[in-house]
């Protein structure tokens, strides 16, 4: 069993390098964020991203993503910080209805341009056109 563990690639595996870049990234963002305070996950600002202008059920907004427990959690924690409301849907009563808040608005814009500056370092970084490259190949693997 040695012998065949020698022989092998010392690089860490792919899994690893994204999750050493997501979490790189996500210390970036929270260090020049003015979100910082209210959105402490990346799973918040993710979150804030799914929700569309006229609400989803906490099932859409798992979808592809994350367990339906995890996004109740999220969505919980995010109601105590102001950023959600939930209110019960017209068209099922037994189903609820997520909603950003006004701050919830504003504190996605926030993000958004973050992101966007962000984004705008790590070009400058690498280059612009090997940046593109990057986004492009990573959008197509994260595509079904």
Known sequence: MVDQL???????????TLTLAERRIGEAIAARSQSGDVVTRGSHARLLHLVPPEGARQ????EGWISKQAVG?????MVAAGLL?????????????????????????????EMAEFEAELAARVGARRYRTFR??????ATP
């Open 59 to 62: 099932s859409e907004l798992a």
């Open 136 to 141: 492009a190949v990573l959008d197509e693997l």
């Open 6 to 16: 020698s022989g092998l690639d010392s690089t860490p595996h792919l899994l690893a």
């Open 73 to 77: 959690k999220r969505v919980q924690e």
């Open 85 to 113: 409301a939930v209110e019960p849907d017209p068209d099922d009563g037994r189903a609820t209805i997520v909603r950003r808040t006004t701050e919830g608005d504003r504190i996605l814009v926030l993000i958004t341009q």
